[in-house]
């Protein structure tokens, strides 16, 4: 079993930036994809980017791409999201995830922290 919790969500105003954390509370944390989702009112979740075990991106969303970068660290078992030049149509609610492939199955989930971005 693997817990995630994330932390730094809050809210900003359009253009500023935020870093999301994700620690995972197991030691094979590194084993896993990690991908950042979120979900805005009224929408499907849909996956933000995901990165492999050794570091490399293996998806970003187009909407993001140039703007959201994520990063781990496995020594620390943590995910990080930094997100800048923000504009109100990011606003969700933002969760890590661990799971087997980018494209699925994501075994475990945070709760994810709410991202509110103010015009």
């Known amino acids: 079993q693997v817990q995630l919790v994330e932390s730094g969500g809050g809210l900003v105003q359009a253009g500023d930036s935020l870093r999301l954390s994700c620690a995972a509370t197991?030691?094979?944390?590194?084993?896993?994809?990690m991908g950042w989702f979120r979900q805005a009112p009224g929408k499907e979740r849909e996956l933000v980017t995901a990165?492999?075990?050794?570091?490399?991106?293996?998806y970003d969303l187009g909407s993001v791409r140039g703007r959201f970068t994520m990063s781990r660290d496995n020594a620390k078992n943590a995910v990080y999201l930094q997100m800048n030049s923000l504009n109100p149509e990011d606003t969700a609610v933002y969760s890590c995830?661990?799971?087997?492939?980018?494209?699925?199955?994501?075994?475990?989930w945070g709760q994810g922290p709410q991202v509110t971005v103010s015009s």
């Open positions: 995830a661990a799971g087997v492939s980018t494209d699925g199955p994501w075994n475990y």
């Open positions: 197991r030691r094979s944390f590194s084993t896993y994809v």
């Open positions: 990165i492999n075990w050794n570091g490399r991106t293996t």
